[in-house]
C-alpha cells in the first residue's frame, strides 16, 4: 500500500486548507484511514480517522469543529478540510491506513501504513 499526501503550504490565521490522501496497492482489507500531525520537537499526534465499513469518524478534541474528514472509498482518496486555522496547527501531517482493529483509532500504533507526510505551517 502507498499513501501519497498532498494540499500543504503557508497559510495566515484564520484560513483554510484542503489536503489529500491517494491510496494505492492492496487497499481491498482498509480498516481506517486516519490523519496524524507531528509539530517540531513534539510527539506525533492524533488528529482524525475514518473506521472504513462503519463510516464513523473521530476527531481530537483540538481540530473538532474546524476540520473535516472526509472520503471516497471508490476512489481511495481522503480527505482532511481545514478551517480556521491557528498558529499551533502548524506542523507535518501524514495520512495513515489500517488493516486490522487491533488498537484505539486514536493511536498511531494501529496503523499499518504512512505517507510521506505534508508540511502545513499557519502564520500569525
Known amino acids: 500500500v502507498q ?13 483554510s486548507l484542503r489536503l489529500s490522501c491517494a491510496a494505492s496497492g492492496r487497499t481491498s482489507s482498509t480498516y481506517a ?3 496524524f500531525r507531528q509539530a517540531p520537537g513534539k510527539e506525533r499526534e492524533f488528529v482524525a480517522a475514518r473506521k472504513w465499513n462503519t463510516g464513523i469518524i473521530y476527531y481530537a478534541d483540538s481540530v473538532r469543529g474546524r476540520f473535516t474528514f472526509s ?3 471508490a476512489e481511495n482518496t481522503v480527505y482532511l478540510e481545514m478551517n480556521s486555522l491557528k ?5 507535518v ?7 486490522s482493529p487491533r488498537s484505539s483509532m486514536y493511536y498511531a500504533g494501529l496503523y499499518d501504513y504512512w505517507g510521506q507526510g505534508t508540511l502545513v505551517t499557519v502564520s500569525s
Open 3 to 15: 499513501l501519497v499526501e498532498s494540499g500543504g503550504g503557508l497559510v495566515q490565521a484564520g484560513g
Open 33 to 35: 484511514m486516519g490523519w
Open 87 to 91: 498558529p499551533e496547527d502548524t506542523a
Open 71 to 73: 472520503g471516497d472509498n
Open 93 to 99: 501531517y501524514y495520512c495513515a491506513l489500517a488493516r
